[in-house]
């Protein structure tokens, strides 16, 4: 890790390890590795020990379960990687590259529900992207004429001012999808807003409630899908 991304690394084996390494760090620690169990903590203490302490935490286990995955999300986990394939650490540090890296990209929510606002911002917010909201279309038209660096719109579809289809046209008349990705969600059974939203200039759709590993890979897609674009037009 210290090779690909510049950045110390401290190699903890036991939970001693990890509670000692804690302790003597004068410095906050960006983000942890960790298997759910280490010598020492059998029954999870130790991942329970880095939330505790606040430190973002990718998961990087050979025991995987239902029950299991319920309950590292729950516990708002960066991600977790398996280590069942031959591709698993190539996954690894692609994951924690997006950690150390999605602070670049600006995320704009809209949504009129402010339970719906702070669901998204903290599941955005966990993966170290930069968040902001707005409980309208209108506000989010503001937002977005100050803040260019804006890539990202997810939007809901049922506001009372402007609605999904609504916004995304107007965004549509000043910014192109080279410049900024549209998301539309919605809590609708109508099989046709998607179909809609991507005909009035929307790039992805999704549908509540959302699964954790479906919505950052959405998003990922998305903002990759930009960066991209923005690399060939430079190269113009």
Excluded: W
Aim: with cysteine; net charge negative; proline share 3%.
């Amino acid at each position: 890790m210290k090779e690909l991304f510049g950045i110390d690394v401290e190699i903890c084996r036991t939970f001693e390890d990890l509670q000692a390494a804690n302790e003597l760090s004068d410095e906050a620690v960006t983000l942890a590795i960790s298997n759910i169990n280490l010598p020492g903590a059998e029954n999870g203490e130790a991942l329970e020990y880095l939330i505790d302490l606040n430190i973002p935490v990718i998961v990087f286990t050979g025991t995987f379960q239902e029950q299991t995955r319920e309950k590292l999300l729950s516990k708002d986990i960066v991600d977790y990687i398996l280590k069942d394939n031959i591709f698993a650490v190539e996954m690894l540090a692609e994951s924690v590259y997006r950690f150390l890296t999605n602070h670049r990209h600006h995320v704009l929510i809209v949504d009129d529900s402010p339970t719906a606002r702070a669901l998204l911002s903290s599941r955005l917010k966990r993966y170290n992207f930069r968040v902001s909201t707005a409980e309208s279309g209108a506000k989010a038209l503001e937002i977005l004429k100050a803040s260019p660096d804006i890539g990202l719109v997810v939007t809901d579809y049922n506001m009372p001012d402007i609605d999904g289809f609504e916004l995304t046209r107007r965004i549509r008349g000043a910014r192109g999808s080279h410049e900024l990705r549209i998301i539309g969600v919605s809590s609708s059974t109508n099989r046709l807003l998607s179909a809609r939203f991507l005909k009035v200039g929307g790039n992805d759709f999704m549908l509540r409630p959302f699964i954790d590993e479906e919505f950052y890979c959405r998003v990922n897609q998305n903002l990759d899908t930009l960066v991209q674009i923005r690399a060939a037009n430079a190269r113009k």
